[in-house]
């Protein structure tokens, strides 16, 4: 079983694995990590300072994640995606293998992001979504693979996005279109 190393000040529940599986390199945890109960943090996966999960979170190998990220109950992150500083994924949130998020990015509760433009009808490589810097994803919003979120980009709740969202646009719909944003939702992000 892989090893782990936590810094300074890290609270984790007696009922979490962190180093799950048989990987050469480490877990690596910053400093005033939470980890909650029934989590699991394979091995080779890298964590900044001021991590904190709700409870029963899946974070899988090959993954690294910056500062100040908030992972959801029931959220899973699956392996080699890459997660910035300053964000917060709510409960019941699926992230796919190969994804990548920006920091400052806030990804509502049961937002979904893929992978697989054709799940199992064809053999194709995965490509997970891009979520870039100061992106908001609403509640039960769907990425589909291959799409990028641009920069301060908003997407509605129930959104399904099927094509690229511009920086500093608004995607509603199903599938999503984009307007102008709105005056209200203008500005960044309030995580940091």
Not at 41 to 55: C, K, L, P, R
Not at 79 to 89: A, D, K, N, P
Not at 118 to 144: K, Q
């Amino acid at each position: 079983m892989s090893q782990f190393v936590c810094g300074d000040d890290c609270e984790i529940d007696d009922d979490v694995t962190v180093g799950y599986g048989d990987f050469e390199e480490p877990t690596r945890i910053g400093d005033d990590a939470t980890i909650r109960a029934g989590s699991i943090v394979y091995g080779n996966v890298t964590i900044g300072d001021g991590f904190a999960t709700g409870h029963d979170v899946l974070v899988r190998e090959e993954t690294t994640v910056g500062d100040d990220v908030l992972v959801g109950t029931k959220t899973v992150v699956d392996g080699r995606t890459e997660i910035g500083s300053h964000v917060s994924l709510q409960s019941a949130v699926y992230v796919p293998t190969d994804s990548r998020i920006g920091s400052n990015v806030f990804v509502g509760p049961g937002a979904v992001l893929t992978n697989d433009q054709y799940p199992i009808r064809r053999d194709v490589d995965l490509e997970g979504p891009t979520i870039e810097d100061g992106a908001s994803i609403g509640a039960n919003a769907t990425i589909l693979p291959g799409v990028t979120i641009g920069e301060n980009a908003f997407v509605a709740a129930g959104s399904v996005v099927t094509d690229d969202v511009p920086p500093d646009t608004l995607a509603v719909g199903a599938p999503a279109s984009t307007r102008t944003l709105p005056e209200t939702l203008e500005g960044p992000n309030q995580l940091a």
